[in-house]
């Protein structure tokens, strides 16, 4: 296969145009027939790695996924692709097995989704055989691989019996996908699925188009308030993580009365609550998931565009891993967390409770590692340097440099030259010997008398009292600094012991110069505004329209929005507004199928658009020529929307209670759907609803104390106005302030 055919192949099943890092690679691997592995972070891409080699090859591929909820969706996402795919797990009735299975004899499945304990129970392993005679077996692919081993976090026994696969079908080849960084778990991988001399990729973990930020809590009020702020600043879907699900139901309901649409997710929940409410966040019907970490595992909704950890994670690892559900299709998404020093307490407490269930022991080991943890947690949210470097470090990555996007390279703190500091704290590492934390080093450099360092006859070294002239404060903020610059490593046993590496070297030699971010004030940060990407009104207006259309469809095949298209292929499709079938195909995300099922609906929407905003001469569209493609939009406009369906009856002259009964919706549905036209840019005359004195009146409350909280908009008004009315007004008014 020329790689030429292979981008061919992207683009016809998958839409794309180009291979993401690394993808080619193993791909070609794959298909030359050799053992792979994959090791690409959350929303590197690692599906099509299997995914087009598949469709590529004769015969079937079998997948493992260790979570049903995963399976359906790609499942689901492949054949909006137009791609025969299939999965088996025990939540299917016998007779659906049978069906499944004889689709696959059948040849036309490409790709079978199978749970690890399935693959290994009752006569699956005979049917294998059959398909393998019958129609060939192309590949296997084990997704979350490293849950093969035990130093993972999500180890699971039945994937160990992954083995048999190598055994039974040597000349399968076999490729293994994880998003777990560290060198351990993939060398147990290795081993554990017996690949045989695999053709490894491991991709960087650098997630560009995450925005780094840690906003320190002042108060529980002021918290709570810019927790709202932050989330009213936010488009599109995002989670709240909390610490307890106390915390979780309490937020959830607060935000829900300041008008933003958030539901709970904790353990505590019945199971049914819990697939509810995570199938309405996956739909959009809802925007923000208040979730404690018992959510986000196996949830690959890829137009998250924020998570907020508004209590401290308790490591780094969860930290990266959770924030990491943000922004997988690529999209720019923000990382936002809180900073509280009563949320520390609590998790120190936490910690304290750690004891053997057996003896009521406390668990020392246990409990060391988890506030060195904890303390790392720390040090990266008071971190003065790029956060994204701070971050992967962690997984053994050296970046330097302004990543330009995280809070402290965005607004960087002044730079001092701490070289020769540097060189005392790490020569006075090297003379003890490399057996001592952070802080006993500083009391060795600030000449300290305590009973530790006389002891040691520390006070005999030459970098004893050294470093008199500085405080307590700037050293520590020091030794955080070279740890978070790589200039010093520590230990992970609890202990936290400082250890000299090359870097370390380099700087003792005069062969480095340190530069330490300077915090003058301890004014507590503001929120750094980013700048935002400028695109035109209209293209703005277009996107909210053609977003409505995706949702509207989306519900009526019970599917997440973005399995129709992802918010990149929506964006680029309100900037370059295709009218023909020819423009339309050339979007990224569009491929043959999609392009039959979609592209007219969609042309419609964007040609109604244009009576209202005509294109500039320019646009693509109107030099393409090929008019006879284009779609006239009178015949499509009905198709588009329950939104529309509840203006057309609105505008026809009925009121809304008889919308709603005629359409069995509540009421409080028909005004939102004329909120959110108001706010898509629609012009809606809504005297009829709202008397003009009282739309002045609403119209002064909200710009006297703004728009953000429809509760205190409701109390303002002495509580004399509806939440409905005070909605549809207040969508004229954002709209009018930024037609956003
Ligand atoms: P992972 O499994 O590694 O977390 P996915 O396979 O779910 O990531 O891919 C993440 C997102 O990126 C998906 O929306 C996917 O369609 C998209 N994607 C994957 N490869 C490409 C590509 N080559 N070009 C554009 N988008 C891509
Ligand atoms: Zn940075």
């Known amino acids: 296969m020329t790689s030429d055919s292979l981008q061919q192949a992207l683009k016809q099943y998958f839409g794309y145009d180009s291979f993401r890092a690394g993808q080619r690679e193993i791909i070609e691997a794959h298909l030359a027939g050799r053992d792979t592995l994959a090791i690409m972070p959350t929303g590197g891409g690692k599906s099509i790695c299997f995914q087009l080699p598949a469709l590529l090859k004769d015969g079937v591929t079998i997948v493992v996924s260790p979570l049903i909820a995963l399976m359906q969706d790609q499942v689901t996402a492949l054949k909006e692709n137009g791609i025969g ?16 299975s004889q689709a696959i004899l059948d040849g036309v499945i490409k790709l079978t989704y199978v749970a690890p304990e399935r693959l290994f129970a009752g006569q699956f392993i005979e049917f294998l055989n059959i398909v393998n005679q019958k129609i060939g077996i192309a590949g296997f692919a084990i997704d979350e691989a490293h849950c093969v081993s035990e130093w993972g976090h999500d180890f699971r026994p039945e994937y160990r019996q992954l083995r048999q696969i190598r055994q039974l079908y040597p000349d399968v080849p076999v490729i293994g996908l994880t998003a777990t960084a560290t060198e351990r778990v993939r060398e147990d991988i290795n081993q554990q699925l017996g690949l045989y001399q695999p053709y490894i990729h491991v991709a960087s973990f650098n997630r560009t188009n995450l925005y780094y930020e840690v906003i320190p809590k002042q108060g529980t009020e002021q918290s709570y308030l810019n927790l709202l702020q932050q989330i009213k600043r936010m488009q599109g879907s995002g989670i709240v993580y909390c610490l307890s699900r106390k915390r979780v139901t309490e937020i959830a309901d607060r935000l829900r009365e300041d008008g933003i649409a958030a539901i709970p997710y904790h353990a505590g929940l019945s199971t049914k609550e819990r697939e509810e409410n995570q199938t309405r966040w996956i739909r959009d019907d809802v925007q923000v998931m208040v979730a404690t970490i018992a959510f986000g595992m196996g949830i690959n909704k ?33 990382c936002t967390l809180f900073l509280g020093y009563q949320d520390l307490e609590t998790i120190k407490y ?8 057996h003896s009521n022991e406390p668990l020392e080991a246990e409990q060391r590692i988890a506030h060195q943890q904890l303390r790392q947690v720390v040090d990266y949210a008071e971190g003065v340097t790029c956060r994204r470097a701070i971050l992967l470090r962690y997984f053994g990555e050296n970046f330097h440099g302004n990543c330009r996007n995280c809070d402290n390279c965005l607004t960087p703190k002044p730079m001092e030259d701490w070289t020769v500091e540097s060189q005392k704290f790490l020569s006075c590492v090297a003379r003890t010997k490399e057996r001592f934390g952070a802080g006993h080093i500083i009391d060795v450099l600030r000449g300290s008398r305590k009973e530790k360092v006389l002891q040691h006859q520390h006070d005999q070294l030459s970098t004893y009292g050294i470093g008199k002239d500085r405080s307590l404060d700037e050293w520590r903020q020091l030794s955080r600094s070279l ?10 046993d609890g202990y936290a012991i400082l250890k000299l590496n090359d870097r370390s070297w380099e700087v003792m030699r005069g ?10 004030d301890t004014e ?53 507004q295709p009218t023909t079938r020819k423009d339309f195909a050339k979007l990224s995300g569009v491929g043959a199928k999609k392009l039959e099922q979609y592209a007219d609906d969609f042309i419609a929407i964007i040609l109604e658009h244009h009576l209202q905003y005509p294109p500039a001469e320019t646009t693509a569209s109107v030099n393409s020529g090929i008019k006879t493609e284009s779609v006239t939009p009178k015949s499509k406009i009905s198709k588009a929307g329950t939104q529309r369906e509840t203006l057309a009856m609105y505008e026809n002259g009925l009121d809304i209670d008889e919308i709603a009964r005629d359409r069995g919706l509540k009421p409080a549905t028909v005004w939102t759907h004329l909120a959110q036209l108001l706010e898509s840019g629609y012009a809606i005359n809504i005297d009829r609803l709202v008397s003009p004195e009282r739309q002045n009146v609403i119209y002064e409350a909200l710009e006297f104390i703004g728009g953000d909280s429809l509760r205190n908009l409701f109390e303002h008004l002495r509580e004399e106005y509806t939440y409905d009315e005070i909605k549809v007004v207040r969508a004229i008014w954002q709209n009018e302030k930024e037609p956003l």
Do not use: W
Request: cysteine-free; charged content about 25%.
């Open 350 to 357: 936490l910690i304290a409770q750690k004891v053997d269930p």
């Open 302 to 334: 890829p137009d998250v565009r924020f998570v907020i950890h508004y209590d401290l994670p308790r490591n780094i690892e969860g930290y990266y891993q959770e924030s990491g559900r943000a922004g997988r299709d690529g999209e720019d998404s923000h």
């Open 511 to 520: 062969q480095r110069n340190v530069l330490l971010p300077i915090e003058r």
């Open 524 to 576: 507590p940060a503001t929120v750094v505004e980013r700048e935002t990407s400028e695109s035109p009104v209209d293209v703005e207006i277009l996107f909210k329209r053609l977003r409505l259309l995706r949702k509207n469809l989306a519900d009526g095949q019970e599917v997440p929005p973005y399995v129709i298209f992802s918010n990149a292929t929506l964006n680029q499709m309100a900037e370059q």
């Open 85 to 100: 795919a299939t999965f088996l797990n025990s939540t299917l009735s016998g007779r659906e097995a049978n069906l499944r």
């Open 483 to 492: 740890l978070h610059q790589g200039y010093l490593t520590q230990t992970t």
